[in-house]
């Protein structure tokens, strides 16, 4: 499968831990995206990359959320100090800029439970 | 930032009748107007997309119309089947960014 695959699929952690996701795009994408999305609600945007620089944060992100890029390819996303609020579904998603479609391709995403 | 109303939140239509789903957007540089579907614990995918400077866009029973002074774009599907009974997102990328802005979904059933 050559599409967007992100792990774990499923976590479950107990308030105050930190997780962290991984995000691995399509091979020749250069931008990555990561959104959040709870039930019944649209996806969220959180922030993305453009290789391995990161070009824009959602002002909704607090400073428990880290991402990085360091090689331009696979992505991570940390959550510190988890809280029950950040209970969501983590999608990453990947496109090409030179493409000029504007298309997002998504992974399954990184289901989150706070307990 | 960029405002993205969707309506209706819930559609239920009879197999094989038409479906339209409208969304309103803030930014009047906006360029880009994806509709993506999103079936249950599946990842949302990309069915039809159209950009500012077109005013319509067909593909087979799935279509896309924009009015660009009104500021909505609304997707249309025709001889509704079961199979796409889905969540549908639209999305805006607003002029000079590089993210997509999502409305909060319509759940469209479509009945035997």
């Known amino acids: 499968d050559t599409g967007v695959s992100q792990d774990p699929r499923h976590k479950i952690t107990k308030r105050g831990q930190n997780v962290t996701f991984r995000c691995d795009p399509i091979s020749e994408h250069n931008r990555l995206y990561w959104y959040r999305q709870t039930l019944g609600q649209g996806p969220e945007f959180l922030t993305y990359?453009?290789?391995?620089?990161?070009?824009?944060k959602s002002r909704l992100l607090s400073d428990r959320f880290s991402a990085e890029r360091p090689k331009g390819s696979f992505s991570t996303l940390e959550i510190q100090r988890t809280e029950q609020g950040d209970s969501a579904m983590y999608l990453c998603a990947s496109s090409l800029v030179a493409a000029n479609t504007g298309e997002l391709f998504f992974g399954e995403g990184s289901r989150l439970t706070v307990l | 930032g960029e405002n993205v109303e969707q309506h209706p939140s819930t559609l239920s239509v009879q197999e094989g009748d038409s479906a339209v789903i409208k969304c309103t957007y803030s930014d009047s540089a906006s360029n880009y107007f994806p509709w993506y579907k999103q079936e249950l614990g599946k990842r949302p995918q990309l069915i039809i997309d159209?950009?500012?400077?077109?005013g319509e866009k067909k593909d087979q029973r799935i279509a896309v119309t924009l009015n660009k002074t009104a500021k909505h774009f609304s997707l249309h599907i025709t001889e509704t089947q079961p199979e796409d009974s889905a969540v549908y997102f639209c999305?805006?990328?607003?002029?000079?960014?590089?993210?997509?802005?999502f409305g909060t979904g319509t759940q469209l059933k479509v009945e035997l």
């Open positions: 990359f453009q290789n391995e620089a990161q070009l824009e």
């Open positions: 159209i950009r500012s400077n077109v």
């Open positions: 999305a805006v990328i607003g002029g000079g960014g590089n993210k997509l802005t």
